[in-house]
């Protein structure tokens, strides 16, 4: 009998559910049930119906004072780099009535020219990190690296997410990396890229963006820009709905950067719109909504001044 007893429980105890990862568990408070559809469908409403009281003079302006002028070319050079920022200290002479950019943005080993040159106050110095943009190094190597650009004067990291791993399911990597690289950052941001062009639908931005956020994302990124399909106003839209789901959720206010692939100052309305209708007035600050691009500042500045200027 007594042995009955014991089989009987053993038997029991073998039919429990599988206990959920913590991944599977953060997730599980959000929704997660979107297609691909609905998403098109919201955005192709919030262009046709939002976007044209946002092209204002003001907005613009606001949105010059949002970019990450950026080079991360395979051809940048200490000289070019050194010019790239003498730029951005003579705009503050020749517009001292128009926001400066938000951040220079460049790689790690362009850090300590940039913190040199740089003498206006309020721009951040980002560097990409973490083997970007693959983000196929070794854990060790990324924390490295970013300590290493850390000290050389960068005040904001944007690393890869390993997308490879991401797709694979293997969420434990993702998120492990994610922190470690949070770890190494200590106060400084960390705006971590999904590279949503390669994971394809709504669902899985959505997903890799709580990923991201839960780890210790201060912002989520859509793109590095070295691979098509970058930013779309889709991408933009879902990881938009996530950052609001989480604020809701645990009260932590998370920014949103699109970057690669913004063409025309309507990419970037269509963007910032975007952020105001899911998002509201409280991302509407160049600290919450950053845009990372080369192209958009002489552009938005054309418009701003009323003709064209190619001054970065």
Not at 125 to 150: D, M, N, Y
Not at 259 to 271: K, Q
Request: hydrophobic share 40%; glycine share 6%; aromatic share 8%.
């Amino acid at each position: 009998m007594a042995e009955h007893n014991h089989e009987h429980e053993h038997h029991h105890h073998h039919v429990e559910m599988p206990k959920k990862s913590k991944y599977e568990e953060a997730l599980a408070k959000y929704n997660l049930d979107i297609t691909d559809e609905e998403v098109k469908a919201a955005v192709k409403k919030i262009i046709a119906e939002k976007v044209h009281e946002n092209d204002t003079p003001e907005v613009k302006r606001f949105l010059m004072g949002s970019v990450e002028l950026t080079t991360l070319k395979t051809t940048d050079s200490d000289e070019s780099v050194l010019a790239f920022t003498e730029r951005v200290n003579q705009f503050e002479n020749e517009y001292p009535n128009l926001p400066h950019v938000a951040t220079i943005c460049v790689y790690p080993r362009f850090a300590k020219i940039v913190s040199e040159t740089l003498e206006v106050e309020g721009v951040e110095i980002a560097c990409v990190s973490g083997s970007f943009p693959s983000s196929q190094a070794l854990i060790e190597v990324k924390t490295v690296e970013t300590a290493l650009a850390l000290k050389d004067g960068a005040t904001e990291i944007d690393m890869v997410q390993s997308v490879g791993a991401f797709l694979s399911g293997d969420y434990e990597t993702v998120c492990d990396e994610i922190q470690q690289m949070k770890e190494t950052c200590g106060d400084h941001k960390l705006k971590v890229i999904l590279e949503t062009g390669c994971l394809k639908t709504a669902a899985n931005i959505k997903t890799a963006s709580i990923l991201a956020m839960y780890s210790g994302a201060d912002y989520i990124k859509t793109s590095t820009g070295k691979l098509e399909p970058a930013a779309t106003p889709e991408a933009a839209y879902v990881m938009c709905q996530a950052i609001k789901e989480y604020y809701d959720e645990t009260g932590i206010q998370i920014g949103f950067k699109p970057a690669g692939g913004l063409n025309s100052v309507m990419d970037a309305l269509i963007y910032y719109t975007i952020v105001k209708e899911v998002l509201g007035e409280k991302w509407l600050t160049n600290q919450w909504f950053r845009m990372g691009t080369s192209r958009l500042a002489n552009m938005l500045l054309s418009e701003v001044v009323g003709e064209e200027v190619k001054f970065f």
